[in-house]
């Protein structure tokens, strides 16, 4: 692997690690450096730091804070 993209991935500590985890991409960058920013890309998705991703946990902690309020008022109503 070209030593700018090795330092290019150990200044970035998730790429650093996705590429231990993920093996694969020694070998693929090693041949194709310009694939760096495909390796990110995949990087995102493997760690769910897509928009998609982000929107989907925003959503669910709406949706779980509308649960706690509805739980809340039910006891409140019970216990009056």
Do not use: C, G
Not at 36 to 54: A, D, G, N, S, V
Not at 62 to 80: G, Q, R, S, W, Y
Request: charged share 35%.
């Amino acid at each position: 692997m070209r030593k700018d993209v090795y330092e290019y991935i150990i200044a970035k500590p998730k790429l650093h690690q996705f590429l231990r985890e993920q093996p694969t991409w020694y070998r693929r960058l090693s041949r194709r450096p310009m694939d760096i920013k495909e390796m990110e890309k995949q990087m995102r998705h493997y760690y769910k730091q897509t928009l998609p991703h982000k929107v989907e946990r925003v959503v669910q902690t709406i949706e779980m804070a509308k649960m706690m309020m509805a739980m809340m008022k039910l006891m409140k109503d019970t216990h009056n």
